[in-house]
């Protein structure tokens, strides 16, 4: 499958919001997680940090990115570090996508930012989605437990790669 990235809509949000992943994934179903459905409606976010990927074939929405980059160097002309999030639709993943699809999103953030250093956090649990990203060279990095807003805390392993 190719994809095509665009900036993300209200109408990808809904649909994004919509989707729900069998256990043990359902932890990534956006309800789930309050502060990322706050983050996926907010206009101010789309085409900016919020990006869709669609089936460039069909002209599906097949999944989303978040792709945060940290503060650019001016004279140098690229960013230090692009932190990644991501989901694919529940009924695309197991299915061998998921290299290419994170393929396509350093793709797009290497041609619009130039980053040094790709990144992102995962669960340790998730050895399918671990796999995939070691697939397309990001390295384990450290253990680590975040406290969020709501008081939760959440155990996550950060990966990272060379972009």
Do not use: K, Q
Not at 58 to 67: P, S
Not at 71 to 93: H, S
């Amino acid at each position: 499958m190719r994809f095509t990235i665009r900036p993300l809509t209200e109408t990808d949000a809904v649909a994004v919001a919509s989707w729900r992943y069998p256990a043990p994934y359902d932890v990534y179903d956006v309800p789930e997680d309050p502060s990322l459905e706050d983050e996926l409606f907010d206009p101010d976010r789309w085409g900016v940090s919020y990006f869709a990927v669609d089936d460039a074939e069909a002209g599906d929405l097949v999944g989303f990115y978040e792709l945060v980059a940290s503060d650019p160097d001016p004279d140098r002309g690229f960013v230090p570090e692009v932190e990644i999030g991501l989901g694919l639709r529940p009924d695309l993943t197991g299915r061998a996508l998921g290299s290419g699809f994170v393929e396509a999103g350093l793709a797009f953030s290497r041609e619009r930012w130039h980053p040094r250093l790709f990144a992102l956090d995962v669960f340790p649990w998730n050895e399918r989605a671990i796999r995939c990203y070691e697939h397309v060279g990001f390295e384990r990095g450290e253990v680590y437990v975040r406290r969020f807003a709501s008081g939760n805390e959440v155990t996550f392993l950060r990966m990272t790669r060379p972009a």
